[in-house]
């Protein structure tokens, strides 16, 4: 018998052999996601009740703008506990120049990688005074544009994914992490990210690899307080753009 | 897994290191209350224990079934699964992918299961050069050393002896020599900046896998795992068949309440979701992605009294609250996982003949079992293993013999009331000049080893019963 049937026999043959505790709280629980895989079911077929991927109703579109300034507000003060710097960008025309500001802010030189799926005209770099090239990062001190996925209120993330024009591996070899997320994709919660990567097209994938970043790269093991910039960008900016 | 058995020699070096002690008492002055700040400000704190005790619970009630449907998910992400009873299988998977692809150089981002099964051992033997890439891991790589704390490994070192361990190992010309940790973070920055650029394959651990998108959560404060995971031609995972969990809803419950547990954070800084390897079209990626599912003895676990510690999420809460723990540090313990967690895991994973100190090794004060956010009742659980101890004759005959002639003498009064007024009397006349004081500083026999840190009162000359006879006799004069 192979390892995979031997540990799947001994798993089906110990499993609910406890005279158990809990169970009670287990059925108190069960309002939630039980359903997607019958645990009660044959091991064979237990998987296969999996619910197929769909939308969920909660649409980041229909929220009230109430609702969505306290989105803003809540994001940028969890922002700004991770040490996250948040600015408000009118329209893609005006990315430029917000990104100059910060360089000038931060003192930093004007020159910039831009990520190629950033929808910003490229006339519009060079209009602001900027020295950019498009694509991969090529030294441990550069600045990367990239564009967002969508970031989430109630946690302060900001969520950046890999794709066909996009590689993820640049959001991590900068110094300085500049994301531009559209207003409209800052999600209230994370069930609202799951429903946005749940709603496409039957048959299609899962973004490969998407990650939820709060903050700069920070690491502990070399005494308190935390370092930033232990591998990754030492500086995270977030430009919110649109209103 | 290895366990060295002589917790009394490693709790003795553990207590007398000056630098363990210090990082000790800080990381007591701050870790419980980090962690009371984290799950203060939320609304029902325990809602959410609850519901991610309930999510770990789901896992280990449908475990067969999710971890198959995990499988078929990776399958479809264009991944493969490995499926390993032990860990020796486990590091043959590695290895054999690893030649598979003529890989050389290897980078790791932190895994408490792959320290479990000696995976870096297994692989620096089989010819390839392995870089850990966690800071901390990689300072403990440098110095030899196991981890001695679950998400802090390098606990237990200086700054100092970080300096040591660059200076002796990175043979660069530096303008000025190290001295502040901003230096350090520089040099080790561009030292594993190389090694993440160079390397052939890339190694993660797991924090959850999710069974409803074949997904693999990892979580790193560095973005380590990430870089390891983007500049690779190769993505294995490995990682123990618990891990899994239904739905993204449940990883996230999870992904909440577990950097609040560890170090009262509210998210990880990098909280990395990997779907299978690159995609055509893909811009970067991984070619190769590879889940290795580890049982080592974890299966074996279910359906029995020490089902519970398979909820484990590995954020080192118990660890942090320890009075024991933060008195001997995570050496002591003998085995990879250290605290109140290794305490209970350890027997299972090593046998209990070579690790009957660990359990024994608590004050049952429970703060480990308060604090867990998933709800293990980790002392329960130690007393199983005691009485597993006592039933396998494990003890010391002598303390056998103790307990037996305790338990007759307890269930014959007038016998207990003789014995103990023959010890008074011979401690009393033993005492001699010290029962002027009412305290005696030495003992015979037994007590000598118990005397040399404490001292006993003197035994009155009437004992309790004696006593209590004599003012109920008073009361009714």
Not at chain 1, 117 to 129: E, F, K, S
Not at chain 2, 169 to 187: G, K, N, S
Not at chain 2, 349 to 375: I, K, M
Request: aromatic share 6%.
């Amino acid at each position: 018998m192979n390892s995979r049937a031997a540990i799947l026999a001994r798993i089906a043959r110990q499993v609910g052999r406890l005279p158990s505790h809990a169970r009670a709280d287990d059925a108190a629980s069960a309002d939630r996601n039980v359903d997607v895989v019958d645990v009660h079911s044959s091991q064979k077929n237990q998987a296969d009740g999996l619910r197929p991927v769909e939308a969920s109703a909660h649409g980041s579109t229909l929220l009230s703008p109430e609702e969505a300034d306290a989105c803003i507000t809540r994001f940028t003060a969890l922002a700004a506990a991770t040490q996250m710097t948040v600015a408000r960008v009118a329209a893609p025309d005006a990315v430029p120049a917000a990104v100059l500001e910060y360089l000038r802010a931060g003192a930093m030189a004007p020159g910039i990688v831009i990520d190629p799926t950033l929808r910003v005209d490229t006339a519009q770099w060079d209009r602001a005074g900027l020295s950019w090239t498009c694509g991969d990062t090529r030294a441990d001190g550069d600045v990367y544009v990239s564009a967002g996925l969508a970031a989430i209120a109630e946690c302060g993330a900001v969520v950046l994914a890999s794709g066909q024009e996009r590689a993820l591996r640049n959001d991590f070899l900068a110094r300085t992490h500049i994301v531009v997320v559209a207003a409209d994709r800052l999600l209230p919660g994370f069930a609202d990210l799951w429903a946005l990567l749940r709603r496409r097209p039957a048959g299609e994938l899962l973004p490969r690899t998407f990650c939820l970043i709060t903050g700069p790269s920070r690491t502990a093991d070399l005494g308190v307080p935390a370092k930033l910039g232990a591998h990754g960008p030492a500086r995270v900016h977030v430009l919110l753009l649109g209103s | 897994m290895k366990v060295n058995s002589d917790f009394p020699g490693l709790v003795a070096r553990g207590m007398r290191d000056p630098v363990l002690r210090a990082s000790l008492n800080a990381m007591e002055a701050s870790r419980p209350y980090m962690y009371k700040l984290a799950f203060d400000e939320l609304d029902d704190a325990g809602a959410l224990k609850a519901a991610a005790t309930a999510a770990r619970r789901r896992s280990l009630a449908g475990l067969g079934g999710y971890l198959e449907a995990f499988e078929r998910n990776v399958v479809a992400n264009g991944g493969q699964v490995h499926w390993a009873a032990d860990a020796e299988e486990a590091n043959a998977i590695v290895a054999r992918i690893c030649r598979a692809r003529g890989a050389r150089r290897v980078t790791k981002s932190k895994s408490m299961v792959t320290e479990e099964i000696e995976l870096l051992q297994a692989l620096e033997s089989a010819g390839l050069e392995v870089t850990e890439t966690d800071l901390g891991e990689y300072i403990i790589q440098l110095r030899g050393e196991t981890p001695s704390h679950i998400t802090a490994p390098a606990l237990h070192v200086s700054l100092q002896q970080v300096i040591d361990a660059f200076n002796e190992h990175h043979h660069l010309d530096r303008e000025h020599p190290l001295t502040t940790a901003d230096e350090l973070l520089t040099e080790a920055r561009a030292v594993l900046r190389e090694k993440f650029l160079d390397a052939d394959v890339g190694i993660t651990g797991a924090n959850f896998l999710i069974a409803e998108t074949g997904g693999v959560v990892v979580v790193t404060n560095e973005g380590n795992a990430d870089l390891t995971t983007a500049l690779t031609q190769t993505h294995i995972v490995v990682t123990g068949i618990e891990k899994v969990v239904a739905t993204l809803e449940d990883a996230e419950v999870l992904l909440r309440i577990l950097p609040r547990a560890a170090v009262g954070q509210r998210l990880t800084n990098y909280t990395s979701f990997f779907h299978g390897p690159r995609r055509p079209g893909d811009a970067d990626g991984p070619e190769e992605f590879h889940v290795v599912l580890v049982d080592n003895g974890r299966s074996a676990m279910l359906g029995t009294e020490f089902e519970d510690m398979l909820r484990c999420i590995r954020c080192a809460a118990c660890l942090n609250h320890c009075p024991v723990y933060t008195a001997i540090g995570g050496h002591a313990y003998g085995a990879v996982y250290p605290g109140p967690m290794g305490a209970v895991l350890t027997p299972q994973l090593a046998g209990l003949a070579g690790s009957a100190h660990l359990p024994n090794a608590s004050t049952f004060c429970g703060r480990c079992a308060e604090v867990c956010p998933v709800g293990i009742p980790l002392p329960k659980l130690m007393r199983h293993w005691r009485a597993r101890e006592f039933a396998q004759h494990l003890r010391p005959a002598g303390e056998r013999r103790g307990m037996r002639l305790w338990s007759s003498l307890s269930r014959h009064p007038v016998l207990y009331g003789l014995a103990t007024q023959v010890a008074r009397r011979f401690l009393r006349w033993y005492a001699g000049r010290a029962l002027a004081t009412g305290w005696m500083r030495h003992l015979p026999w037994a007590g000598i080893g118990w005397a040399r840190h404490r001292d006993l009162p003197v035994p009155p000359a009437a004992s309790f019963q004696q006593q209590w006879a004599q003012r109920a006799k008073a009361k009714h004069r």
